[in-house]
């Protein structure tokens, strides 16, 4: 009996809690789905496109390095097992070549995976920028609608479409900030600076 009542309990706590979220969910609440706006924006599209241009042909040819390496490395192990004997050592010959041609597949690799974890850091460095760009339209719309918070939609249960702002944010998006980077910024590069009016008057002189 005690088991059933605490779990009771449990249920009218979490239907009391529930039961308080449509007075926040109301026109105050604004939602963006940002798997939408890394999709759809310019910014994205934009995006998208520098990386394949950039990485697709890198991608390719080590892709194809690795391969062709490991099964050189395949063929060089059935090659051992078939000239070792029990009792006896692989000839020196056949060791030099596995390792070797080891060597060469874990070079090989080593490589795909330098090209792949740089084409990843650039896509975040896009979505960084995308996120970063995407703040102030977010906080205009939110002006403009008289809300109190605009959130991601992935952080809600459940909203409201007439709440979500998306299609707002990614047109005004892609009229303000249509092309981002791809080069990621090297750890501990100073940003760069816009010079003030009066920097600006000083450089003049």
Do not use: C, W
């Not at 960084?128 to 002006?143: K, N």
């Not at 403009?144 to 918070?149: C, F, L, Q």
């Amino acid at each position: 009996m005690t088991k059933i009542f605490k779990s009771a309990l449990l249920v009218a706590t979490a239907a009391a809690s529930f039961a308080a979220i449509p007075a926040l969910a109301d026109s105050s609440v604004l939602v963006v789905d940002f798997d939408q706006v890394f999709q759809n924006s310019a910014a994205a599209k934009s995006g998208t496109q520098q990386l394949r241009t950039k990485y697709d042909g890198q991608l390719s040819s080590r892709r194809t390095a690795f391969q062709s390496a490991a099964q050189a490395y395949n063929t060089q192990v059935e090659s051992a097992k078939k000239v070792a004997k029990p009792g006896t050592p692989i000839p020196a010959a056949t060791q030099s070549a596995l390792q070797q041609a080891g060597e060469r597949a874990q070079a090989a690799e080593q490589s795909l995976q330098e090209i792949q974890q740089e084409v990843n850091q650039a896509a975040a460095y896009v979505r960084q920028q995308i996120i970063e760009h995407a703040g102030p339209v977010a906080e205009q719309i939110r002006a403009e609608r008289k809300a109190a918070i605009v959130m991601s939609k992935d952080a809600t249960l459940a909203s409201d479409p007439a709440a979500d702002v998306t299609t707002t944010l990614v047109q005004r998006l892609d009229a303000s900030f249509p092309t981002p980077s791809i080069v990621v910024p090297q750890q501990g590069a100073a940003p760069a600076t816009t010079p003030t009016p009066a920097t600006k008057a000083t450089q003049g002189r």
